[in-house]
């Protein structure tokens, strides 16, 4: 049976097929054969990265053989740094010549 990790992205990072697909693994599968294929079952179920949260991707592993397996990869997009969703305001201070400027204005 195929291994799954689980893959992590930062927010606002798309996750490619490359990215899913790397994720899967087929441990004692012997290197002088042919090697399986992995595939994304469906590329509309990658996470953009603009949505914080955990999303299961549908993956098949085709066998030289024609047999699959069919596995999810479980892809978690992080949460949205404070500093990207939020912008502070900035106001002009005005104040008389010889008014010294204080902490709240």
Not at 1 to 16: L, R, S
Not at 64 to 76: A, L, R, Y
Request: net charge negative; proline share 11%.
């Amino acid at each position: 049976d195929p291994n799954v990790e689980e893959v992590n992205k930062d927010h606002g990072t798309p996750t490619t097929e490359e990215d899913v697909t790397g994720a899967v693994t087929v441990p004692d599968y012997p290197s002088e054969k042919e090697q399986p294929v992995i595939t994304v079952d469906n590329p509309d179920q990658l996470p953009d990265g603009n949505t914080p949260g955990t999303t299961e991707v549908d993956v098949t592993v085709t066998y030289p053989d024609g047999t699959k397996d069919h596995v999810k990869v479980p892809v978690t997009v992080g949460e949205e740094a404070d500093n990207d969703a939020y912008d502070p305001n900035v106001e002009e201070v005005n104040k008389d010549h010889g008014t010294p400027t204080t902490e709240e204005r």
